[in-house]
């Protein structure tokens, strides 16, 4: 039996609920919603350590101001680092300086970029836990015996957003990396699942599977504090139906801005828009760049209209009907489950 994660998040609440770490998307404003809600809030860090920092420091004063103790170790809220976008030295001294609970790393260019990172994290600040989401079985075997994380967060192919490709759906991913785990001799190394849960059935389904909890995304793009560089872009994901036929993964969205900055090996899942349907059409890539940058010089940024700007979502993006305060979501997801899981065994 895997040991249980809930020494390390006092405050939180069973089952573990943390929001992805989508850079750009979920700040300060998400992540202490998240946290006061009883569930783990992470912030997104990209490129710039700057940003990060200040998110940082906005969290600790909301966090300070509510009845969420500060006065541990660590403060009650992640961070999440792209690997391959962000220098280790420049993410390092963030996490020296505000000692996030949780640092969770993904998307390295090569899987042992991981044990060098974590070498980093646990020296910048050693009472951090260090999270490694990953896409495979075997890729998470591997990552098990090259740094033995805290905790593997099991990242479905339903995932909005980049990840690994191709890969698996949460039913047979989970349970399949547990028993590799254990028969690997890791037993211990927690298992988050994400990747398509969008409501308390989701989470019930993750659990039954092994999970000890969940990392959602794609569900907080429809929460009052994600931010949005658009209103266009919460509106598609509010009117996006058929999660599995509205969104797709491609490597297409990542070239429309100029050649793509991600490592081999990732693709993006998003809404089907206009640029990936003229890509499949066979328009090239210089036509369908220039139709993109005409159309994010418009007031709604390439969002609204035939919609040629990335909305990245996952396939649960479905089940989502209207947006609510991310602490509502958090309770929801949590109760949902509970309600999910009774109705589940009285059907046994
Ligand atoms: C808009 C968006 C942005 C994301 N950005 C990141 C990121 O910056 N770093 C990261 O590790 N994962 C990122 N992800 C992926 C999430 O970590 C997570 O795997 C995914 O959201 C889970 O699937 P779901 O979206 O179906 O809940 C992003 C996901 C979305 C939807």
Not at 28 to 55: E, H
Not at 100 to 121: G, H, N, R, V, Y
Not at 221 to 234: F, G, H, I, P
Request: charged letters at 20%; glycine letters at 12%; hydrophobic letters at 45%.
């Amino acid at each position: 039996m895997p040991s249980s994660i809930y020494t390390h998040y006092p405050w939180t609440s069973r089952p573990l609920i943390a929001n992805a770490p989508m850079a750009g998307f979920a700040g300060s404003r998400l992540a202490t919603a998240v946290t006061i809600a009883g569930g783990l809030g992470f912030i997104g860090a990209a490129v710039d350590m700057g940003i990060l920092s200040t998110q940082l420091e906005e969290a600790t004063s909301v966090l300070a101001g509510s009845h969420i103790s500060t006065t541990g170790p660590t403060l009650p809220i992640g961070v999440g680092f792209l690997i391959f976008a962000a220098k280790v030295e420049d993410a390092a001294a963030v996490v020296a300086h505000h000692r996030p609970a949780t640092i969770l790393l993904s998307c390295p260019p090569e899987p042992q970029d991981f044990a060098f990172w974590i070498k980093a994290m646990h020296a910048a600040s050693p009472e951090s836990r260090i999270w490694i989401q990953i896409a495979g079985v075997a890729a998470a075997v591997e990552v098990a015996q090259l740094c033995s994380p805290d905790v593997l967060v099991l990242q479905a192919a339903d995932a909005g957003g980049h990840g690994g490709s191709p890969g698996a759906g949460l039913v047979s991913l989970v349970p399949e990396t547990r028993d590799a785990l254990d028969t690997a001799g890791f037993p211990n190394i927690p298992i988050l699942g994400a990747g398509g849960i969008s409501e308390g059935r989701g989470v019930a389904a993750a659990l039954a599977c092994g999970a000890e909890g969940v990392l959602l995304g794609t569900v907080f793009l429809a929460s009052r504090e994600v931010d949005l560089s658009s209103k266009e872009y919460q509106q598609a994901v509010l009117e996006a139906a058929d999660g599995g036929i509205s969104t797709v993964r491609a490597t297409i969205f990542d070239e429309l801005l100029g050649k793509s900055i991600w490592p081999a090996g990732y693709d993006g899942r998003a809404l089907a828009n206009s640029s990936y349907n003229d890509y499949l059409d066979g328009v090239g890539i210089e036509e369908l760049r220039r139709r993109h940058a005409d159309a994010v010089t418009g007031l709604d940024k390439g969002f609204g209209g035939e919609r040629r700007a990335a909305i990245w979502a996952g396939s649960g993006v479905g089940l989502l009907k209207e947006v609510k305060a991310a602490g509502d979501i958090v309770r929801e997801l949590r109760e949902g489950c509970k309600v999910a899981l009774d109705r589940a065994y009285s059907r046994l």
